[in-house]
């Protein structure tokens, strides 16, 4: 029987995951589409079925708005880049690659992109930010669950990671996925350099990265 | 960092491709930073699989903590018409074509009265002998000058009462001597009517037109208050003296004059006694809404703080929606005095016809029910 020494417990529980190395391997299946619903839906729409589009608007609409009020913190514009991104979705079904990403992290990738557009050009024509709508803000993550829009399982795998982390390290990456640290506006956090930032944003991904790994272990 | 395949070196990017990734995703890098990391995932597929894993990561951290919003009301609308997909048309659209048929149907029928048509149909099928309505009356149809047509009302039989005032001493008697006169004195006072209701359409449009031009240093906002339901406000009597004694206007100065005073008051100068305050001690809300600026904000007093675990949750109704439309949820630790918040609606053009405040349990789903709801507005009166 190996002996373990009396401190191992005691020093593995204050061990910082940060000093882990990093996980290479992939989080398989987050953002997966497991009974391959949403890639009939986008084949549909490349096939010029309208109702396919309407089906995966009732699906996504409500979160891609979601998201892209808290990235643009203006909801008329994010009905806008909602817009915008299902019209791009449906021009681009032909040449979706269910073996390049996932549905959803396709079409997420496209909302992103919208998004940074209007940011980009918001910050062209000098227009003075949009105040963030104050009564429009978290919700718990149990609103968010919708099992048509990802997997229970990869809502609980990131809620359980995302928890995980040191206050400063969520508001952080939550910051980051949300386009607050575009490369004009990092400048403008006069409380942190975006060095500090970007390590800041290293350890938190690192830990959710590590996190998730062991979850599916 | 070197290509493996043509060995070029990116210097932009950091020896951990899953930095570089993520430095790219959330946007973080420069024009010139990013076209370098671009090229650079052509050649790399380790690069690229970084990349992959970071869209995936962030997509899910999205997913999870966005709350949720139910898109405007003709949004999917909008983007099928923008793809050409065949939305179906409003309702305003089928009134208005509706209306404009009915009156060229209507025309057509005059015409053919006029010349003479319908009266050998009335005569060869004695149309009206049976007709109640017809019975007993007299009324004749005139061609005025400038072609416009006077209908002048028989002096003696039985009338329906007209519904629309606009239209009262234009309806003739309801029949002539042989029901020949029927058809076309129907025929003029519908005509008519459809003109009297098409006026007074493009008068309401007009009126609300003016609530949707934003007009520098003016706003028609769209105020009400939110009373907790079933409290004296919906007893009609009670309800009456209350806004005598309290009006809205009052309302508001009180709940606007008490946060200055929260917020630039001192012991010294005490603010003055509200009488908002003075009149009651529950609840109550004023949003205000400004439909040309899509902006609101809502101003609450004596609203004690939500318990714990729950939160407040405001609602709004329109016409055109047959349920509350999530607006927002009230940042935790609202004041138990009175505070203002801000709130959008999403869009311009949406008129709503009422707020609702509920109070629901932070980490479950919510739907306004009576027993939920704290505060709505306007109040209703009973009927």
């Not at chain 1, 009020?69 to 979706?96: K, N, P, S």
């Not at chain 1, 982390?165 to 952080?172: F, G, Q, V």
């Not at chain 2, 932070?362 to 109040?379: C, V």
Request: charged residues 20%.
């Amino acid at each position: 029987m190996i002996a373990v020494p009396d401190d191992f417990y005691a020093n593995a529980l204050v061990m910082d995951e940060t000093e882990l190395s990093p996980i290479h391997i992939l989080p398989s299946g987050l953002g997966e589409d497991p009974s391959n619903e949403h890639v009939k839906l986008i084949r549909r729409m490349a096939n010029n079925e309208g109702a396919a589009l309407t089906e995966l608007y009732g699906m996504w609409g409500p979160v891609f708005l979601g998201v892209a009020t808290r990235m643009l913190g203006d909801r008329r514009e994010a009905e806008d880049g909602v817009l915008e991104t299902f019209v791009r979705l449906w021009r681009r079904a032909a040449d979706y690659d269910p073996h390049q990403s996932p549905p959803f992290v396709w079409a997420f990738a496209v909302l992103r992109g919208c998004c940074i557009e209007r940011l980009r050009s918001r910050q062209r024509s000098r227009k003075s930010p949009p105040r963030n709508v104050p009564i429009l803000s978290h919700a718990p993550v149990e609103k968010c669950e919708n099992a048509r829009v990802m997997r229970l399982d990869d809502f609980r795998r990131v809620k359980a990671a995302m928890d995980h982390l040191a206050p400063n390290e969520r508001n952080c990456l939550e910051s980051a996925v949300f386009l607050s640290y575009t490369q004009t506006e990092a400048a403008e956090h006069p409380e942190t350099s975006l060095g500090t930032v970007k390590n800041r944003l290293r350890h938190a991904l690192r830990k959710v990265r590590n996190h998730l790994s062991r979850y599916e272990l | 960092m070197p290509c493996e395949k043509c060995a070029t070196t990116y210097p932009a990017m950091n020896s951990d491709p899953f930095d570089s990734a993520a430095w790219r995703t959330f946007n973080m890098l420069d024009s010139d930073e990013a076209a370098v990391f671009d090229e650079a995932m052509r050649h790399d597929p380790v690069l690229r699989n970084a990349c992959l894993e970071m869209d995936r990561l962030s997509a899910a951290i999205a997913a999870a903590t966005a709350a949720p919003l139910t898109p405007q009301t003709g949004q999917l609308e909008r983007l099928q018409s923008r793809l050409g997909l065949g939305p179906p048309k409003s309702a305003p659209f089928w009134v208005a074509v509706s209306g404009w048929a009915a009156a060229a149907v209507l025309a057509v029928l005059l015409v053919l009265h006029l010349t003479g048509i319908i009266d050998q149909w009335g005569a060869s099928s004695g149309a009206g002998a049976g007709n109640p309505l017809t019975q007993g009356s007299d009324a004749t149809v005139s061609r005025g000058l400038g072609g416009s047509i006077h209908i002048t009302p028989a002096s003696s039989g039985k009338t329906r009462p007209n519904r629309n005032p606009a239209l009262a001493g234009t309806r003739p008697t309801d029949k002539g001597p042989d029901g020949k006169t029927t058809a076309k004195v129907e025929t003029k006072r519908l005509n008519q009517e459809i003109e009297v209701l098409r006026d007074n359409l493009e008068k309401f449009q007009t009126r609300d037109q003016a609530l949707f031009e934003v007009v520098p240093g003016m706003a028609l906002p769209i105020v009400m208050t939110m009373n907790p339901p079933g409290t004296a406000a919906e007893d009609p009597a009670v309800f009456a003296r209350n806004d005598e004694r309290s009006p809205l206007t009052t309302l508001l100065g009180d709940a606007l004059a008490t946060l200055t005073s929260t917020s630039g008051g001192s012991a010294d100068n005490p603010p003055p006694p509200s009488a908002t305050a003075a009149l009651s001690d529950h609840p109550t809300a004023i949003p205000i809404y400004d439909a040309a600026r899509d902006q609101g904000a809502l101003v609450v007093s004596n609203l004690p703080p939500a318990d714990d675990g729950e939160v407040y949750n405001l609602w709004v109704t329109t016409h055109n929606s047959g349920h509350p439309i999530y607006v927002g949820t009230l940042p935790e630790g609202s004041a138990s005095g009175a505070d203002s918040f801000d709130f959008t609606l999403g869009s311009t053009m949406v008129l709503p016809s009422g707020f609702l405040l509920t109070m629901d349990p932070e980490d479950a789903p919510a739907t306004p029910t009576a027993a939920n709801t704290i505060l709505q507005g306007p109040p209703t009166l009973p009927r």
